[in-house]
């Protein structure tokens, strides 16, 4: 039995979902003629409350995109040090914008609205960048899965309306925050000008992110996602996979949120464990004792058949998912107590 708790993105579509893919009714999406997609894409902003939304291949490529969209070449936007738009893709920003990242030393990845009132000081000025953008990661990953406190974003939101910023959000795990706090789409889609968010995490799909926003942004967004390779052709096979994780992979995520915080509990028993971080949704961030290297750690346990990385700085990561369960997580638990 492998356990893989590399990341969520290691799933397999289930019996459901392939069956709902083998029967979707498809079309050329450039030409607007995919059903499935459509479907999809009127879906998500009804259930963000969003005029429009649209389907991307990655999530990389959704947020790039409402990176373009708000800015123009020597414009900046603000961000966590920690932040997935600045850290891992692979200078996206700088590459397809021409935007510099101007970083708030956050709380793992998350920072506070008097952060960035005083990052966002100073007014408008020929020698220094135009402020245009802040983006939000929610939940966050290199903060482990840490969820925002929602009335901190609304005086974020303020920040933003009195400093003329846009507000984006990169919810490549956003459903995982919104099942651990109890909060609505809804919610979400008031707020920011635009939100990407990924299927292909723990919503179990293979492939596949949306992005929400009004009309007229999504208007650029499709002439930015053809500009960056990224227009589909029959994808509704990809969009029904969406769909049904969607329909049926959202309540779900609390086994998740469960199952890492056994991990959490279980990991803090083990006495060659230093510190495990707080768990608020399905990514657990640990150290192993100085004594011990982790590589090694991660090696041994690799022999076991349990994966999962090493982040660098001695810290350790397991993420639950889709496919696993409660037999891995029982397997788990026992080989982490023999160790
Ligand atoms: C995974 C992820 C993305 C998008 O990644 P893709 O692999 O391009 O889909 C964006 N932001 C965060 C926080 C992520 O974890």
Known sequence: MKINLISDTVTKPTKGMLAAMMNAEVGDDVFKADPTINQLQEKAAQMFGTEDALFFPSGTMANQTAIKLHTQPGDKMFCDKWAHVFNFEGGGAA?????????????????????????????????????????????????????????????????????????????????????????????????????????????????????????????????????????????????????????????????????????????ESCSFIKTVEPIETNIVIFYVNDSIDEIEFVNKMTQKNIHFISMGDGKLRMVTHLDFTEEMLDKLISELHKF
């Open 95 to 267: 590459f397809n914008s021409g935007v510099s990242s101007h970083l708030i030393d956050g709380e793992r990845g998350m920072f506070t609205a008097e952060q960035l009132a005083y990052a966002a000081s100073g007014g408008i000025d020929i020698h220094s960048p135009y402020s245009r953008l802040v983006c939000i990661e929610n939940t966050t990953n290199k903060g482990g899965g840490a969820c925002w406190d929602f009335e901190e974003l609304k005086k974020i939101k303020q920040i933003c309306l009195d400093n003329e910023l846009a507000l984006h959000l990169d919810g490549a795990r956003l459903f995982n925050a919104l099942v651990a706090k109890n909060e609505t789409p809804k919610q979400y889609g008031e707020l920011f000008d635009t939100i990407s968010i990924c299927l292909s995490k723990g919503l179990g799909a293979p492939v596949g992110s949306i992005l929400l926003g009004t009309k007229s942004d999504m208007a650029k967004a499709l002439r930015i996602r053809k500009l960056f390779g990224g227009a589909m052709r029959q994808a509704g096979y990809l969009a029904a996979a969406a769909i049904y994780a969607l329909d049926n992979h959202v309540e779900r995520l609390t086994e998740d949120h469960r199952r890492a915080k056994t991990i959490g509990k279980t990991l």
